[in-house]
Structure formats: structure tokens, C-alpha cells
């Protein structure tokens, strides 16, 4: 087992809930980002930022889609925010069984948010360019990582979502994807 330390850009994007103000640019501007090919629609539905909202009470909160799992978690969380509890899970950042949020309306595979990765690199993500408000603003830093660790993290995520959707699905999946990006 090899165990050499490679440098990692690690990308963090700080939400200021404070600042935002329900606008819903950032999942605009998301999902025709990664249309295929880009920009020919926009659906937030396909988004991988949501922004909870309660206009009656001025609560915005930007989720951003993170890992997807296979199983629903045991436990659940409960908000409450200015004396409202919200639904248990509306905060969590997963794609996950028990609900279809973060999830491609059309095939059900799940979605994450990749930081819009491209190339050439964009400066910042989309939707931190889009918000108007500085809700969303762009770090990054520099890490040092364990090489071995971060290749079987990556080969655990594709197993499990090759366990629940089928290898073909994922293979026909990557080639549009590839399609689009070079075509
Ligand atoms: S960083 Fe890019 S992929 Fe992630 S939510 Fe923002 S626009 Fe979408
Ligand atoms: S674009 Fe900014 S202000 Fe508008 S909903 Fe998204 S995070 Fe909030």
C-alpha cells in the first residue's frame, strides 16, 4: 500500500444565509450549466444547489446536493429557525432513498454538486457568480492527502452507484456526459 502525500485544492463555498435572498438565481443558472448540451434548458428541478425558503418569515437557506447513499440515514435531524420548525431532512445534503430532491428528474440518478467543474476551469462556480446578494462566495486552500485514501473513497462511491442503478446505466450516463463535453 502506497501511502504518499499528494497536495489537494480543496474548494469550499461559504453560504451567508443572512445575505441571501430567495432569488433563486443560483439554481437557475445550476441547472442550465449542466444542461446537455449547456444552457439549452434550465429546470431548477435539475439543480444541485436548493434554496429552502420561507418568504413569510425572510428565511433563505442555499443546500448545496452533497454525497449520494444508498440507504436512508436512522436518525433525523428537526430545525426550528425564528420559532419555525421546518421538515426533518430539509437541511441535509444528501441524494438519498426517502425523498427526490437532488436527484435527475428524468433517469433518477443522483446529483452533486461538482464546484462546475469544466474546461477550461471556470474563476468561480456559477451560482457564486450569479448571486447578486454575496451569499455565495468561492474559497479555495491548499491540502495535503493521502493518495491511497482519496482513490478508495472514489471507488466505494461508484460502487454504490453502480449496486443501485446498474453498471449500464452508469456507463451510458458518463458517455453523454463525455459526448457533451467534448462535442
Ligand atoms: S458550484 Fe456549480 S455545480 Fe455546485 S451548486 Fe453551484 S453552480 Fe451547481
Ligand atoms: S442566488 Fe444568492 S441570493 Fe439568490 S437564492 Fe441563491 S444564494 Fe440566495
Known sequence: MTEEKTKKIVKTIKVDVDKCNGC???EV???AFHAQPK???NNPARSRIRVIRDPLRDVYVPVYAGEYT???CAGRDK???DGKEYDECAFCRASCPS???FKEPDSGLP???DM???DPPLEEPMCVQWCITDALTYEEREEEVEEEEEQEEMEIGLEALADKFGLDKIMDTVARMSMSKNG
Do not use: G, N
Open 24 to 26: 433563486r438565481a443560483c
Open 29 to 31: 443558472i445550476c441547472s
Open 39 to 41: 444552457y439549452s434548458s
Open 70 to 72: 444508498p440507504a436512508e
Open 79 to 81: 430545525y426550528v429557525i
Open 99 to 101: 425523498r427526490d430532491i
Open 111 to 113: 446529483l452533486k454538486c
Open 116 to 118: 462546475c467543474e469544466s
